[in-house]
């Protein structure tokens, strides 16, 4: 099982770091690929941003380079997902999801995961 938290209200321009930690031992952790999704009830979930396990190469997309960061805890098991320079449009449920170690190509795809978080919400407003 996956638990994402971290999420809350937070300023324009603020930051906030959401973690997700695993239980349990349904998957392998250094074959895996971790990553963040988003969704809002208007909008399709979206890729946030994946990390690989066994190498730790990081992945997000154009939007979010530079403002959004994913690293990993190998000591604890956890991956997280650093937020910094929030706008309102960031508001969302956010989920953290794993899958099987990924290629670059793959890696941004939600159906390649099959373990999902409960989604923790993260709402950015003054």
């Known amino acids: 099982q996956l638990q994402a938290c971290g999420g809350g209200l937070v300023q324009p321009g603020g930051s906030l770091r959401l973690s997700c930690a695993a239980s349990?031992?349904?998957?392998?952790?250094?074959?895996?690929?971790w990553a963040w999704f988003r969704q809002t009830p208007e909008k399709e979930r979206e890729f946030v941003a994946a990390?690989?396990?066994?190498?730790?190469?990081?992945f997000s997309t154009d939007s979010m380079k530079g403002r959004f960061t994913i690293s990993r805890d190998r000591a604890k098991s956890m991956v997280y997902l650093q937020m910094n320079s929030l706008k309102p449009e960031d508001t969302a449920v956010y989920y953290c999801?794993?899958?099987?170690?990924?290629?670059?190509?793959?890696?941004?795809?939600?159906?390649?995961?099959?373990?999902w978080g409960q989604g923790t919400q993260l709402t950015v407003s003054s």
């Open positions: 999801a794993v899958g099987p170690h990924m290629i670059a190509s793959l890696i941004r795809d939600q159906g390649r995961y099959d373990s």
């Open positions: 349990g031992g349904t998957f392998s952790r250094t074959t895996s690929s």
């Open positions: 990390i690989r396990w066994r190498d730790g190469n990081s």
